[in-house]
């Protein structure tokens, strides 16, 4: 191999890793294909029902994301992988692409609505605006959202037009929690619950959310990576009460437009545990 051929092969590897970017934090946890049915599995999603869930979300967002960006919204499922986790990134033409893992499908604690706030955060890395992450350690930014801010768009922006159209999954529970004030709310909160949950089990130092609680961390600049359970949870219930909102798109660089914020909404802005106002 030239040192040319060797160089752009080193570059493209590069950029393929640099571009893709995972909705979870690194983990052992694998769920293989079984080919055994069992009273344990039958929690599991199948890959009918994935199929069937992709389709409601891309029935929904795939015409959005033509007419408003000119581009073509692809999403792949990687049935057979046993990894745990989703991961947005983009071809060549800059087209949008959503990658589900078949272990996080078939996770146990993953629900319908709650693959459907999986795709709904890997849109947001994609169309979820400011804060935007950097690129490796320098100072320039990427085409991503952050982590949080992606959490942020997918109940803010991506599951309100679903459940604007009539298509979130009928499996909720009212009783569960006192934080929710709107149907928007109550029908995502099961779905931030199952994502969550899922999250939870992931890391031997992560517990799952408290519904009827919120993260006492705060910090004093933004967070870029992957939040808590209990942080990502309060993201999650935030974006779904800011219903004044839900059709004004994000700005890139002014985090403040298309949003609540914590002047005018602190219960439906983004959470302090992950974001800082003063420092993003």
Known sequence: MTQVVRYVFIMLISMASYNALSCFPESDVKIPVQKNTSKFLSNQLTKAQMNGIIHRFKSVWEPIIREKYDKKLIVKDEWDNKD???????????????????????????????????????????????????????????????????????????????????????????????????????????????????????????????????????????????????????????????VEKFDSDFDDENYAIGSCTHENRPEAARPTCWFSPQDY
């Open 84 to 242: 745990v986790d989703a991961y947005a990134t983009r071809d060549m033409q800059d087209n949008p692409i959503i990658v589900l893992k078949g272990g996080l499908v078939r996770h146990p604690q993953m629900s319908e609505n709650g693959l459907l706030l999986i795709l709904c955060h890997e849109l947001g890395h994609h169309y979820g605006g400011a804060p935007k992450s950097f690129r490796g350690r320098s100072t320039k930014r990427s085409w991503s959202s952050a982590e949080g801010q992606a959490d942020y768009f997918a109940t803010n922006k991506c599951m309100s037009k679903i459940f604007e159209m009539g298509l979130l999954f009928d499996a909720y529970d009212f009783s569960k929690t006192s934080k929710c004030k709107t149907d928007l709310c109550l029908a995502t909160f099961n779905a931030a619950m199952s994502v969550s949950r899922v999250f939870a089990s992931l890391k031997l130092d992560w517990s799952e959310p408290n519904p009827n609680s919120e993260s006492s961390y705060r910090v004093s600049r933004t967070f870029y990576g992957h939040p808590k359970p209990q942080c990502r949870f309060d993201t999650y219930i935030a974006g779904s009460l800011c």
